[in-house]
């Protein structure tokens, strides 16, 4: 009778299932463990760990608890830390050497968790390098103005030189400089004494009653007459040349007289309180945390990018790799439905904030965007929290051509609760928001390197407070009162530029409000402050400017002068006239 059964091949059969499975049993978790912590830590740059892997065959999946990756950046501190992570497995393609992970459910998901020991590696050799950025600056988180009070108006005429008083000295100057002038002028025109002297000629012709007599006397009248014209010509000219000084000397005295009030509109100028940084109140406010918030989030961005790529550029969805024949077994050939190597198509995910948990799903996570041929997309949302109506995120990352990558995410918030926070530290104006009811709505956009965001922010029930001291003045009182009123406005933000190099612009109507409280209380100050510079610089103008009138008046009597001469010398030519 033939055996069917050979008693010896079965004992060893049995003998190597009985260590194959004794060894799955007994090590294959560890090795999944180890292998995890080793990959994952490569990736990420700091220390992964998990508590346990169990690794099943049937169904194919994978069981872990409490997974723990390190912030690179603060290594006492867990960017993620996860309690069981249970996903299945696609059996079949385990044979093809793919890990194509059917779901796979994340419990118990926390962020940003301290850590008992430090989680950064010893050496780093073995993770990618991580480009590091300077920081941006932050913007100032103080309110500050150029001027905060204004100084007495005496004490500000004691170091300010005026420019009215300069005029009307270098006018009183000028008007002296001239009276001397024309005395001296005076002196060298022809005087009464000269006419005097005509006149007494004249007289000794008329006694002339020959015929003979008169013919000589004719020459003689002719004589003087052309004497007196040239006189009475020079005195013509002095006196036209006397009024064009006076012209001038009078053009002076009406600049020196308006000089007064442009040295009130200078100094009132210089010396009003300014409502500079109140048009961007809303960059001094919100400015630095936008800015930190966009920094981390760009920063995370950089990490995840490698992980969607892999090492591929510029390669289309459904090309093969780049054949290595000769090289071993990684060749890639052309697939009717392509998969990478790695892919997992579902993640069901709770995570657990400070306000409650959110919950959503990730769909197809791979390093191999380009073979797969689909973007990964997400969403999460979470309703009645605490301190928080709602909260939805959503989006995707599309990388399925890496040269022409192109990631959305939207973010929104309704009712978000927001408590004491200290927007102004400075001593002049510190500003804490008590109170405030947040809806926030955001909107990304990254095509390669270059992002456009836009953010809406709408905050109502506020209440805010200032500790301004009575010593910050007219206007840090103003902002303070109005601050006090202020029950609602709207904050935007938008981001342009690259990842590297953007701009971030503010915009909120709180601008608005406070520049017109500003405003309104630097209007009362300049009015004041016009005022009282009007009434120092005129008491300090008026004297000087009234003797520089005076001095003025005193070229009528050369101008009297002149004309009496003028007329004495017009009186003798009449007396010329023939006959006697």
């Known amino acids: 009778m033939k055996k069917w059964i050979r008693w010896q091949g079965l004992g060893v059969f049995v003998i190597i299932v009985i260590i194959v499975f004794g060894f799955w ?3 294959i978790d560890g090795i999944v463990e180890r292998a995890i912590e080793r990959q994952a830590t490569q990736a990420v740059g700091a220390k992964v760990e998990l ?13 872990v608890s409490h997974l723990q990756v390190t912030n690179p950046d603060d290594p006492m501190k867990n960017a993620v830390e996860i309690s069981r992570i249970n996903l299945s497995l696609e059996a079949a393609h385990l044979l093809r050497r793919k890990i194509i992970v059917k779901e796979m459910a994340l419990d118990g998901i926390q962020l940003n968790t301290p850590r008992k020991i430090s989680g950064a590696l010893v050496s780093r050799a073995s993770a990618p390098p991580v480009l590091k950025k300077e920081p941006k600056k932050r913007p100032q988180e103080k309110i500050t103005f150029t001027a905060f009070s204004v100084p007495d108006v005496a004490e500000i005429l004691e170091r300010e030189e005026l420019e009215s008083l300069k005029l009307v000295t ?10 001397d002038t024309w005395r001296m002028r005076l002196n060298e025109l022809p005087d009464r004494k000269k006419f005097n002297e005509y006149r007494s000629r004249i007289q000794q012709l008329k006694k002339k009653k020959s015929f003979g007599g008169l013919l000589g006397t004719a020459g003689d009248i002719a004589a003087i007459k052309k004497d007196i014209a040239n006189d009475l010509n020079r005195i013509k000219q002095a006196r036209q040349g006397l009024d064009r000084t006076l012209a001038s000397l009078k053009g002076k005295y009406d600049q020196a007289k308006k000089a007064p009030l442009k040295d009130v509109e200078r100094l009132k100028k210089k010396y009003s309180l300014s409502t500079q940084g109140i048009a961007n109140m809303s960059g001094l406010l919100f400015g630095s945390r936008i800015n930190d918030w966009t920094q981390k989030a760009f920063m995370w961005y950089e ?4 992980l969607l790529e892999g090492s591929v550029k510029n390669r289309k969805h459904g090309e093969p790799d780049t054949s290595l024949r000769g090289k071993g077994v990684y060749i890639r050939f052309k697939e009717k439905e392509p998969l990478p190597d790695f892919l997992i198509r579902t993640v069901n995910a709770q995570l657990q904030i400070e306000a409650g948990d959110l919950e959503g799903s990730i769909k197809d996570i791979t390093n191999r965007q380009d073979i797969l041929g689909i973007p990964l997309t997400f969403i999460f949302s979470g309703e009645n929290m605490k301190g928080l109506t709602s909260l939805n995120l959503s989006g995707a990352l599309d990388h399925i051509n890496a040269s022409r990558s192109k990631d959305t995410v939207n973010f929104t918030v309704q009712g978000f609760n927001v408590r004491d926070i200290a927007l102004s530290k400075g001593d002049q104006l510190p500003i804490t928001l008590n109170n405030a009811v947040v ?24 209440r805010m407070e ?10 840090m009182s103003s902002i303070a009162s109005m601050l006090s ?16 190099k953007y701009t971030t612009t503010l915009d909120s109507d709180l601008d608005d409000v406070l520049k017109n409280a500003a405003d309104n209380a630097v209007g009362r100050q300049a009015a004041q402050l016009e005022k009282d510079l009007k009434k120092g610089i005129f008491s300090k103008v008026d004297g000087p400017l009234g003797q520089a009138k ?7 009597g050369i101008s009297g002068e002149l004309a009496q001469r003028g007329k004495l010398g017009n009186s003798l030519m009449k007396d010329l006239r023939l006959p006697f």
Do not use: C, W
């Open 25 to 27: 049993y007994l090590f």
């Open 51 to 63: 508590e346990s892997a169990d690794l099943t065959i049937f169904p194919a999946g994978l069981h």
């Open 170 to 179: 270098s006018l009183q100057g000028d008007i002296q400089k001239e009276k």
């Open 303 to 306: 990490r995840l990018k490698p």
């Open 439 to 462: 809806d926030l709505d955001l909107k990304a956009l990254i095509k390669g390197d270059t992002i456009v965001a836009n953010l809406i922010s709408k905050l109502g029930s506020v």
């Open 466 to 475: 200032t500790g301004a001291k009575d010593t910050g003045g007219v206007v």
């Open 485 to 500: 009123t202020v029950s609602r406005f709207t904050l935007k933000a938008d981001i342009t530029g690259t990842l590297d």
């Open 550 to 556: 005076e001095s003025l008046s005193g070229f009528d």
